[in-house]
Structure formats: C-alpha cells, structure tokens
C-alpha cells in the first residue's frame, strides 16, 4: 500500500525567498507523479505533471524534481509570492485513472508580504 | 465553459439523516471521481464513475454510502444514516475521454458537517 508523507507539514517564509518542498512515497512503481495546489475552500488544482520517465517539470517560477528509485520529489518555488500561500499536494498515481492517485497529507505553506 | 460543479458548498445534518451530494461534471467529460479529505488528512478516493457505470468503488465504506452518474444530469454522492465521522469535505473530479485519467478538474467540494 502507498504511503505518501510530506515535510514539513506548514512553512512561513518572508516574499522572495526560495523554497523546498519535500514528498515521500514507499512504493516506486508508480506510473507519474503530481503536485497540486489547494486554496482554502476550493478544490484542487495540477501544477506539475512528472512523467516517471522524467526527472523533473517547470512551469515558470515551479521546478518539480523526482527521483523514482528512492521514492522521493521536490517542489521548487523561486522567488516566492504572497499569492503561492495554499497548501501543496503531492500524489504518485500507480496506474492510469484518477482512483490510482494516493495524495500526501500537504505542506500547508504562508508566504507573508 | 464551466468548471466542475459541487453542490450544495455547505451541507449540515443530524445524526441518522440522508446526506446528498451533487457533481456536474466539466462539459464534455464522461469520468466523475469522488474523493475525501478529512481534517489534517490527505484526500481518498472513494468511487470512480462513467455515465450509468460505477467503474470502481474499492474506496466507498461498505454500507450507507451510494453513489451514481446517471445519463442524465448530476453525479450523485449519497450517505445514508450520517454518523459525526462522516464529516469532511468531499471532492468531485472529472476528466475528459481522451485522457488516461491523468488530467483531473475538481470541484471546489462540499463540506458536511454532522452534528
């Protein structure tokens, strides 16, 4: 069974700095990795989609790493804004279809001006 | 064109009531996912559904909890006999056709609060 844990669970850093967000997973077959972002009070939405081919993803300021073998990824935020306060989400999918998504618990993340 | 749809945003009941829970999917997507998340809990899936078809349900509780997508109109998550640990908030995802499943859009979710 997956297990995925996150770390840390809550952060507050000052705007513009740099950050890393850790996931963890136990088991390293999984068909892709994605970081999701949660607003309080809404739903989820995909930043980064990790093949697991793939070593990592960019999308802007957002750099996705994963290294399937240890069962680890990094979230990268660079230059971090008020606006990137939300909590993170960090779910491997095992194999197609959304039921084979297991999510972290989070990074609950507070980025003040 | 409109994203995910849940419905009602905030659902109280009593103990022993029937829950209801409705999901409109993104134009043009045919797979509804319902997911879970209770407090300081990361989300679980429960069911996985196609138009008039429950593809997977390995995650819904065994008893009291229903859910389907008919041909026509809302997926509907329902929860009969609600106990106080049935509170969280629930989460519907849709995906288009085309897609292995990858590509999720979620609702802003439902959150139910038992007294």
């Known amino acids: 069974k997956q297990e995925v844990t996150q770390i840390p669970a809550a952060l507050s850093v000052p705007e513009g700095e740099n950050l890393v967000l850790n996931c963890s997973f136990t088991?390293?077959?999984?068909?892709?990795l994605q970081w999701f972002r949660q607003d309080p009070g809404k739903g989820l939405t995909s930043l980064l989609l990790i093949q697991s081919s793939q070593r990592e993803q960019t999308s802007g300021r957002l750099n996705a790493s994963l290294d399937k073998s240890s069962g680890r990824s990094t979230l990268y935020i660079a230059a971090s804004q008020p606006g990137d306060s939300a909590t993170y989400l960090c779910a491997p999918q095992k194999g197609n279809y959304g039921q084979n998504f297991v999510f972290g618990p989070g990074t609950r993340l507070s980025v003040l001006p | 064109n409109a994203g995910v749809m849940q419905n009602p945003r905030h659902l109280v009941r009593r103990r022993g009531q029937e829950a209801r829970l409705r999901c409109s999917p993104m134009k043009g997507h045919s797979h509804v996912y319902w997911y879970r998340q209770l407090p300081e809990e990361g989300l679980k899936f429960m069911v996985y559904l196609q138009k008039e078809n429950i593809i997977d349900e390995s995650g819904m509780p065994k008893e009291r909890f229903s859910a389907e997508f008919p041909k026509e109109g809302p997926s509907i998550l329902r929860i009969q006999q609600v106990v106080r640990g049935d509170s969280a908030a629930y989460f519907c995802a849709s995906s288009p056709p085309e897609t292995l499943g990858e590509k999720l859009f979620f609702g802003s979710g439902t959150q139910l609060s038992v007294l």
């Open positions: 088991d390293s077959a999984i068909y892709n």
